[in-house]
Nanobody, 120 residues
Framework: QVQLVESGGGSVQAGGSLRLSCAAS????????MGWYRQAPGKERELVAAITSGGSTNYADSVKGRFTISRDNAKNMVYLLMNSLKPEDTAVYYC??????????????WGQGTQVTVSS
């Protein structure tokens, strides 16, 4: 089993910055794509950014140029640096990963989420 634990959420004024972290732990053989999703009240969960084990990245159009995703493969961690935050970035942010367990079976995992609130 693999566990994902996010940290770094909080409240910030518009224009500010936050850095989210996600640590993967458990019986992990390898992790493929890791990503961040968010869900605002009354809206569907959406992809914010994703990064492959090789470092290729993908961003939602709404965050391009403002957010940066990175990962540390040795530590099984993924980060999301969020700059120039806007009130519309307010949401619960979830870490996601495709991970191979100790038996090399692959599954998709979610963290518990961390709240990001941006005030105008």
């Amino acid at each position: 089993q693999v566990q994902l634990v996010e940290s770094g959420g909080g409240s910030v004024q518009a224009g500010g910055s936050l850095r989210l972290s996600c640590a993967a732990s458990g019986s992990i053989s390898s992790i493929n794509t890791m990503g961040w999703y968010r869900q605002a009240p009354g809206k569907e969960r959406e992809l914010v950014a994703a990064i492959t084990s090789g470092g290729s990245t993908n961003y939602a159009d709404s965050v391009k140029g403002r957010f940066t995703i990175s990962r540390d493969n040795a530590k099984n961690m993924v980060y999301l640096l969020m700059n120039s935050l806007k009130p519309e970035d307010t949401a619960v942010y979830y870490c996601n990963a495709d991970a191979y367990g100790s038996d090399w079976s692959v599954a998709n995992y979610w963290g518990q989420g961390t709240q990001v609130t941006v005030s105008s």
